[in-house]
């Protein structure tokens, strides 16, 4: 799975793909190409991971932009879901 470029509105076609996602016990979602996500997009990404680690999956968010993984840790997705920062 990858979200790439501009991630905007709760009803994004890259969200609802991640929604449909049914990787196994662990999905590792790549973040090398986003460059943003709006407010209402990130809150549909924090009800899908919690969602989805009441069912028991790992939900982990490689390479984020670094304002990004910020904007994830302030609304909460980091309880829910591993972030890892993009090294540049």
Excluded: Y
């Excluded at 969200?15 to 996602?21: C, E, G, H, I, V």
């Excluded at 999956?57 to 932009?65: D, T």
């Excluded at 994830?72 to 980091?78: A, E, M, W």
């Amino acid at each position: 799975m990858e979200l790439v470029g501009h991630v905007l509105g709760a009803d994004d076609h890259q969200l609802r793909s991640l929604q449909s996602a049914q990787h196994g016990a662990a999905l590792r979602i790549e973040c090398a190409r986003l460059i943003r996500v709006d407010f209402s997009a990130a809150g549909s990404v924090l009800t899908w991971v919690n969602s989805a680690k009441a069912h028991g999956k790992c939900i982990e968010f490689v390479h984020l932009p670094r304002l990004v993984a910020a904007f994830f840790s302030l609304i909460g997705i980091n309880e829910h879901a591993r972030l890892t920062v993009r090294a540049n």
